[in-house]
């Protein structure tokens, strides 16, 4: 099978190359970035999901598409680079697939498409998303929905993962780790909301799940790994794994907030990309409980369990630093 990943170079698609080239013999992998891979430039090809000449010359041959490219960072400017990769990306990437006979597609979207604070949505939860990401996101799916409508014998699979974190990963949740690891940790809030989160190693073998198992129909599944841990469990896992006793201070939320808007205005005023904001204290404090029951009653097992993906992504990143020769910027 050969198979096209469109924004292969970065974190997800490195890994998901990786997990693919372990089957050579069933998975020929194509990656198509605006970036150079780190560990798999021999299969690369450079180009822009914008771009339908490129695309279509990049998919020929193709028997599934998986689509990662998306600008998917708190602070995209301007806003409207959003919806030109993630929205009219999708389009090109359709027109591309029909004209190359392709009619397989797996699209990484986001449980963004939810919002914050919402009550454990499932996939049938209606989409109420509160940032440019997740509308951009949601207003691709709807175009995927328009689009097998008139394609009713084409094969599509969206998987809406909560935020993944794993090696050489340098997240929101890598930031959280090394804030919490580093002993000087300010918990905003009394600790108590829950962080949704997927270890990549699972994600990419649910993909691999999907290519093998899902071959028509359209579906959707939410991707997070169970049980949800909160953030005090979180911290106590973290002192367990790197052997040292972590105090942490809670703040109250308006404290956190008054804080996060100063920093807004400083990033304002110095026209500078700062860590802290306004947004992501929200997303701090938010709980994160989304339904994955739909993807763990698949059939689906995944290889990791939530704590062994944490022990592996700390070991790696705080007690072998050394190891770090490459690294992936991402939310």
Not at 52 to 66: A, C, E, F, H, R
Request: hydrophobic share 35%; net charge positive; proline share 5%.
């Amino acid at each position: 099978m050969k198979i096209a990943i469109i924004g292969g170079s970065g974190f997800v698609g490195t890994r998901l190359i990786e997990h693919l080239s372990k089957d050579g013999k069933n998975y020929e992998c194509n990656n198509i970035d605006l970036l150079p891979s780190h560990f798999y430039n021999n299969i690369t090809t450079i180009g822009d999901v914008r771009n339908l000449d490129q695309m279509q010359t990049s998919l020929k041959g193709m028997d599934l598409v998986i689509l990662l490219a998306a600008q998917h960072r708190d602070d995209v400017t301007p806003t409207s680079l959003y919806y030109d990769t993630n929205v009219n990306g999708m389009k090109v990437t359709l027109q591309a697939m029909e004209r190359n006979g392709i009619k397989r597609m797996i699209f990484f979207s986001s449980v963004a498409i939810y919002g914050i604070n919402k009550p454990n949505p499932d996939e049938s939860f209606p989409a109420n998303p509160f940032n440019h990401y997740g509308k951009s996101k949601w207003q691709a799916e709807e175009v995927l929905q328009k689009w097998y409508k008139t394609h009713p014998e084409w094969n599509i699979n969206i998987v809406r993962p909560t935020v993944i974190f794993g090696e050489r990963n340098r997240g929101n949740v890598y930031n959280l780790l090394k804030q919490i690891s580093s002993g000087k940790f300010l918990m905003v809030g009394n600790g108590k909301n829950h962080k949704s989160m997927a270890y990549v190693g699972n994600v990419v073998a649910f993909v691999k799940f999907l290519i093998d198992n899902l071959t028509s129909g359209y579906h959707v599944f939410n991707y997070i790994d169970k049980p949800d841990k909160d953030m005090n469990s979180l911290v106590k896992t973290i002192s367990k794994v790197l052997n040292k006793k972590i105090p942490s201070t809670h703040f109250p939320y308006w404290m956190g907030m008054l804080g996060g808007y100063g920093f807004d205005v400083l990033a304002k005023i110095t026209g500078k990309k700062l860590p802290i904001s306004s947004v992501r204290v929200k997303k701090f404090c938010a709980t994160t409980d989304f339904d994955a029951t739909k993807a763990h009653s698949s059939g689906f097992v995944p290889p990791y369990t939530i704590d062994e993906g944490l022990k592996r992504t700390l070991e790696f990143e705080f007690l072998h630093p050394e190891s770090h020769d490459v690294i992936f910027l991402s939310e």
